[in-house]
């Protein structure tokens, strides 16, 4: 008996997109849009999997198998396990044309540090399992990566070599977010060089050790980095109680040594999500490039940041990413056209919905008193013409006489749900 569901498989793969839709973070997003780069450290909120259309039938299979295998999130090693069986053995779903590493476009690596998972084996060489890949998250220890033969080439060899990559040329994102494994130079140029395809970088914290011969050898390269366009440094939120913050030194330093040699050519973003201090030697070098900038609302206040944001004489867009603390917002820039007010989405297993329900509420107060600073500095940003409020759905704030304040001045005020 035929027991194929009688439903065009185009309507199918529309439901399969939406049942498979994955959280904002691990999405290629627009580099001119609110949304910064950052991954919380807890679980995501739902599965994506859409496991009842997967097992309903071979029709079914084939709507949704893409959209399902589009993310993976590994966090077991017996689920590590598996997943290189399946890629590894190249096997063809029946009414699929192509196996399922093809279809994965973002991949979460949940290291534990301890177990000795075999991701070169994963990827495969020159990433050929995982040939579509964009973007790679880890959120542990790099080690598992294998850098340590091209970093011991790296301290007999002072120039740029070819060397064998695990990874596929479609890697565009990497997202290091430990916030208690601190990555070192070392570890960021073997990166460089055996992913050179990276333009959005995030680097949760650094380790400098300026007394170890490798991370001397390697601070000086021009290839480091070179097609990079987007870079967030810190994390909006740190993995546990345990776990101390990236220290204000430690990334300020890492900035200035990704202003030697190439100084990033293409850099157009930068998203501070720590404190941090920006060196002149960075703002000297991207004074022409940079163009966006996003910060966070409640650590170091914003307006400290003021000197140093207006060494970037092209800097246009300026995003404050709104928390349960507002502190101050930077006090001007004469080439500012558009200000966010970027208020992301809660952390996926947070409070109860009544106690969520009354920290929104504190968020809006918080929105609408930036709101009511930005109107004061007005005078200070001439070319500001949009100011943006991104919301959560069901939280669209009252913003009464301010609305009309920044009318009164051309300005146009709008609010996008994310």
């Given at each position: 008996m035929d027991v194929s569901p009688r439903v065009p498989l185009d309507v199918l793969e529309h439901i399969a997109a939406a049942r498979c839709e994955?959280?904002?973070?691990?999405?290629?997003?627009?580099i001119n849009g609110a949304i910064h780069l950052d991954v919380p450290y807890l679980p995501p909120p739902r599965e994506w999997t859409a496991v009842?259309?997967?097992?309903?039938?071979?029709?079914?299979?084939?709507?949704?198998?893409?959209?399902?295998?589009?993310?993976?999130?590994?966090?077991?090693?017996?689920?590590?396990?598996?997943?290189?069986?399946?890629?590894?053995?190249?096997?063809?779903?029946?009414?699929?044309?192509?196996?399922?590493?093809?279809?994965?476009?973002?991949?979460?690596?949940?290291?534990?540090?301890?177990?000795?998972?075999?991701?070169?084996?994963?990827?495969?060489?020159?990433g050929e399992n995982v040939p579509n890949l964009d973007i790679l998250h880890i959120d542990d220890a790099l080690w598992p990566l294998d850098v340590v033969q091209t970093i011991m080439r790296l301290q007999e060899d002072f120039a740029p070599f070819p060397s064998p990559s695990i990874f596929p040329s479609s890697l565009d994102t990497l997202l290091l977010t430990s916030t208690k494994r601190p990555v070192s130079i070392a570890d960021l140029t073997v990166l460089s060089i055996t992913a050179p395809n990276i333009s959005r970088l995030q680097v949760a914290s650094f380790n400098w050790n300026a007394n170890t011969p490798t991370e001397a050898q390697v601070s000086r390269p021009s290839y480091r980095f070179r097609q990079l366009e987007w870079l967030?440094?810190?994390?909006?939120?740190?993995?546990?109680?345990?776990?101390?913050?990236?220290?204000?030194?430690?990334?300020?330093?890492?900035?200035?040594?990704?202003?030697?040699?190439?100084?990033?050519?293409?850099?157009?973003?930068?998203?501070?999500?720590?404190?941090?201090?920006?060196?002149?030697?960075?703002?000297?070098?991207?004074?022409?490039?940079?163009?966006?900038?996003?910060m966070t609302s409640t650590k170091r206040p914003p307006m400290h940041l003021t000197p140093a944001l207006r060494r970037f004489l092209r800097l246009r867009h300026v995003v404050l990413i709104m928390g349960d603390a507002y502190n101050s917002f930077p006090l001007g820039h004469p080439t500012v056209?558009?200000?966010?007010?970027?208020?992301?989405?809660?952390?996926?297993?947070?409070?109860?919905?009544?106690?969520?329900?009354?920290?929104?509420?504190?968020?809006?107060?918080?929105?609408?008193?930036?709101?009511?600073?930005?109107?004061?500095?007005?005078?200070?940003?001439?070319?500001?013409?949009?100011?943006?409020?991104?919301?959560?759905?069901?939280?669209?704030?009252?913003?009464?006489?301010?609305?009309?304040?920044?009318?009164?001045?051309?300005?146009?005020?709008?609010?996008?749900?994310?």
């Amino acid at each position: 008996m035929d027991v194929s569901p009688r439903v065009p498989l185009d309507v199918l793969e529309h439901i399969a997109a939406a049942r498979c839709e994955v959280p904002p973070y691990y999405r290629k997003n627009d580099i001119n849009g609110a949304i910064h780069l950052d991954v919380p450290y807890l679980p995501p909120p739902r599965e994506w999997t859409a496991v009842n259309l997967l097992l309903a039938s071979r029709l079914t299979h084939r709507a949704a198998s893409r959209f399902s295998w589009s993310c993976v999130r590994v966090s077991r090693v017996d689920d590590f396990d598996k997943l290189i069986d399946t890629l590894e053995g190249g096997h063809i779903y029946l009414g699929e044309g192509r196996t399922m590493g093809h279809y994965i476009r973002t991949l979460g690596l949940g290291c534990t540090g301890t177990e000795d998972w075999s991701v070169p084996q994963l990827f495969g060489f020159n990433g050929e399992n995982v040939p579509n890949l964009d973007i790679l998250h880890i959120d542990d220890a790099l080690w598992p990566l294998d850098v340590v033969q091209t970093i011991m080439r790296l301290q007999e060899d002072f120039a740029p070599f070819p060397s064998p990559s695990i990874f596929p040329s479609s890697l565009d994102t990497l997202l290091l977010t430990s916030t208690k494994r601190p990555v070192s130079i070392a570890d960021l140029t073997v990166l460089s060089i055996t992913a050179p395809n990276i333009s959005r970088l995030q680097v949760a914290s650094f380790n400098w050790n300026a007394n170890t011969p490798t991370e001397a050898q390697v601070s000086r390269p021009s290839y480091r980095f070179r097609q990079l366009e987007w870079l967030a440094l810190g994390a909006s939120v740190v993995a546990g109680p345990d776990e101390p913050p990236p220290t204000l030194s430690t990334l300020s330093k890492l900035l200035s040594v990704l202003s030697t040699g190439s100084g990033l050519p293409c850099l157009k973003r930068l998203d501070i999500l720590s404190p941090l201090d920006i060196p002149r030697d960075f703002t000297d070098l991207h004074a022409d490039t940079l163009e966006i900038v996003a910060m966070t609302s409640t650590k170091r206040p914003p307006m400290h940041l003021t000197p140093a944001l207006r060494r970037f004489l092209r800097l246009r867009h300026v995003v404050l990413i709104m928390g349960d603390a507002y502190n101050s917002f930077p006090l001007g820039h004469p080439t500012v056209t558009e200000i966010t007010l970027s208020r992301p989405p809660f952390p996926p297993d947070g409070p109860l919905p009544s106690i969520r329900r009354h920290t929104s509420q504190g968020s809006q107060r918080h929105v609408m008193q930036a709101l009511r600073d930005i109107v004061k500095l007005l005078p200070y940003y001439p070319s500001l013409e949009t100011v943006t409020v991104t919301v959560e759905e069901g939280f669209l704030p009252w913003l009464g006489s301010v609305e009309r304040r920044f009318r009164e001045r051309s300005i146009v005020i709008r609010t996008v749900v994310l």
